[in-house]
Nanobody
Framework: QARLVESGGGLVQAGGSLKLSCAGS????????MGWFRQAPEKEREFVAA????????YYSDSVLGRFTISRDNAKNTVHLQMNSLKPEDTAVYYC?????????????????????WGQGTQVTVSS
């Protein structure tokens, strides 16, 4: 059974950094775009960042552009999200997602409601 498992969340002070990782298992995700979404309490889930199947292109939400960096390692079936200059408003549960039908980065931001594979989420809390 295909799975995505996130790790790396935690508590950090404003201005600090965290690196999230998402490991795929049960199938290869090497031909699929992968992305990160987040959901804060009492808010809808929102797109954060995505990377194309081969890592050649990335796409970010305006709220994280310049602070977050997404990358992938197809040899390890993993995707990472380096988060710098964290703000209290970045506090949320962060989810990794992928869909074999999407290979480029930008479309991931449009299909968050229908992506096939999701991780269980990892909590990121940024204190002020």
């Amino acid at each position: 059974q295909a799975r995505l498992v996130e790790s790396g969340g935690g508590l950090v002070q404003a201005g600090g950094s965290l690196k999230l990782s998402c490991a795929g298992s049960g199938r290869t995700f090497n031909s699929a775009a992968m992305g990160w979404f987040r959901q804060a309490p009492e808010k809808e889930r929102e797109f954060v960042a995505a990377v194309s199947w081969d890592g050649s292109s990335t796409y970010y939400s305006d709220s994280v552009l310049g602070r977050f960096t997404i990358s992938r390692d197809n040899a390890k079936n993993t995707v990472h999200l380096q988060m710098n200059s964290l703000k209290p408003e970045d506090t949320a549960v962060y989810y990794c997602a992928a869909d074999p039908g999407i290979t480029s980065a930008q479309p991931m931001s449009l299909h968050g409601g229908s992506l096939r594979y999701w991780g269980q989420g990892t909590q990121v809390t940024v204190s002020s």
